[in-house]
């Protein structure tokens, strides 16, 4: 990795050799092509990004909006983690994996405060005459490559581009009526904080700020942070999915699979590695790269026992032919929008007697849940539908103290040993999507045409469990698929991908 110089954030000046005299600084400022500014037309999620600003600044009338991006976050002395702008900010603006650190996207109130202006800034790039152009390790394009100027991002995403230095004119107006995205970009929170406060305390005639939201019980008004609102709103516009998200879906899925397939096709190399779940997670990040801008979240690649642990992302265990080996893994794209697809994969190629039986009881609860998803029914009972059939199943093989009928009372729920999560999550530019939203939105929430989530019921037989056989023990499962709500019914956007244990069995052959 090339050394940084004094100049640049974070540096270490005892280790820079960037010249810093006169003549190096003017000779390195000359003879530069003079750059075209190519205007780009409009991406296709701009009209949409668009149409989910107006239908949020219908919300608040009046109010000014502040959506940072955030900030690049150190991830150790002078290198950073890879950057990632924050949901609100994507969503409401179209901008992915090119987004730049530090933007920030503000909604002015006009047209006497009932409609909103957009206006992006961020920090244009520098002319070559700047020494930001090669000592500035962060955004300078000696380091970094091109940037966008204003113009060009304008024309990308239609919207109103000013640099980031403009931006101290919004603070400076910042009132009771400006509300922040809290936790996107903390340093600039504290400067909109320091000024509303200011402005209070300059406005004789008022004590404190005026925060009214609905109370997420009986949606009575109730005082609360209404920037915590506009976070809550956010989540819930993005609960049901316009054309533009649903495609990308389908394109996250298409990419996942093609992922599973490289796992697959690699068999031979990830059994012969003494850490062969590290092997599948580079394998699956390797598609992920080629296909879209990264994963969705760390690969889960469990073999053996470790698929009993929920989130092993640890993945440095050997991959053993006769165990299961469960892979939870998803494909990010560049607009940010993830997959969420989960397998069960028999390493040799066959299950065992007692594996399938796991297998196509765990498959029998996730085609149940699917079975019953409509518009109009309660996102909560998908979960109730899966556990139904895990009860069942479990109480069949003597594994419960009780009944399956009396287990799936809420006072007991000794099923819930074996799968102790939840069977959906919605989906979509977070892989828990619209976590913001509220209770009856979300978990009591009606179906609509449009929503995206994962129906993923499993079954968890720990190695030390004494209440499993002990043919059962060590063995995990989970399948998970990701849906689509359609106006009559469901779509199943993985089925591609092989669900039954034998088309499974099927599918490893054909790659092997």
Not at 25 to 42: C, F, G, H, M, Q
Not at 119 to 143: C, K, M, V
Not at 158 to 172: F, H, N, P, Q, S
């Amino acid at each position: 990795m090339a050394d940084q110089t004094d100049t640049a954030p974070r540096a270490t000046s005892n280790r820079s050799t960037t010249p810093g005299s006169e003549a190096f600084k003017e000779y390195i400022s000359s003879n530069w092509a003079e750059r075209t500014d190519v205007l780009p037309p409009a991406r296709p999620e701009a009209a949409f990004a668009a149409e989910r600003r107006a239908r949020l600044s219908a919300k608040y009338p009046g109010k000014r909006l502040i959506i940072p991006a955030g900030r690049l976050k150190q991830r150790s002395n002078d290198t950073d983690f890879p950057f990632r702008a924050h949901t609100s900010f994507g969503y409401l603006t179209g901008w992915g994996s090119d987004s730049e650190p530090g933007s920030v996207l503000v909604l002015e109130p006009v047209a006497g405060g009932s409609i909103h202006a957009a206006t992006l800034y961020f920090r244009e790039r520098a002319g070559r005459n700047s020494d930001e152009f090669y000592a500035n390790p962060e955004i300078g394009e000696f380091w970094i490559g091109p940037r966008p100027s204003l113009a060009q991002v304008a024309s990308d995403l239609g919207v109103a581009t000013l640099g980031i230095a403009e931006l101290d004119a919004v603070v400076g107006l910042a009132d009771e009526n400006t509300l922040i995205i809290r936790d996107a970009d903390p340093e600039l929170t504290a400067l909109i904080d320091a000024r509303v406060e200011a402005s209070v305390v300059e406005a004789e005639d008022e004590a404190a700020l005026p925060t009214i939201a609905f109370s997420a019980a009986a949606g009575e008004r109730d005082e609360v942070d209404e920037s915590a609102l506009l976070e809550q709103d956010l989540s819930e516009m993005r609960l049901v999915k316009d054309a533009y998200e649903i495609e990308q879906m389908r394109l996250a899925v298409a990419a996942t699979a093609r992922g599973f397939d490289d796992i697959i096709s690699d068999f031979a190399r990830i059994t012969s590695h003494e850490r062969g779940e590290r092997l599948v997670e580079g394998v699956f990040n390797g598609r992920a790269r080629a296909d879209g801008n990264t994963v969705g979240y760390d690969t889960i690649a469990a073999s053996g026992p470790h698929a009993c642990i929920l989130h092993w992302t640890r993945n440095d265990g050997p991959v053993v032919p006769g165990d299961l080996m469960l892979v939870d893994a998803g494909v990010e794209l560049d607009s940010y929008y993830t997959a969420d697809i989960t397998r069960t994969l028999p390493v040799n190629g066959h299950f065992s007697a007692e594996q399938r039986m796991i297998y196509e009881a765990v498959r029998e609860a996730a085609d149940a849940a699917f079975a019953i998803v409509r518009p109009g029914i309660r996102f909560r009972e998908i979960h109730a539908t899966a556990m139904g059939v895990i009860a069942k199943r479990t109480a069949e093989w003597g594994l419960l103290p009780v009944s399956a009928e009396e287990a799936i009372q809420p006072e007991n729920q000794q099923h819930r040993r074996y799968m102790v999560h939840g069977t959906s999550h919605h989906l979509g530019l977070d892989v828990h999507d619209c976590a913001k939203a509220r209770r009856e939105m979300y978990l009591d929430g009606i179906l609509e045409p449009g929503m995206v989530f994962t129906i993923e019921p499993g079954l968890y037989f720990q190695p030390d469990d004494l209440t499993v056989p002990e043919s059962f023990r060590g063995i995990g499962v989970r399948i998970e698929d990701d849906i689509l709500v359609t106006a009559t019914g469901a779509e199943n956007l993985s089925a591609a991908i092989p669900r039954t244990a034998d088309d499974v069995e099927a599918w490893i052959a054909s790659r092997a």
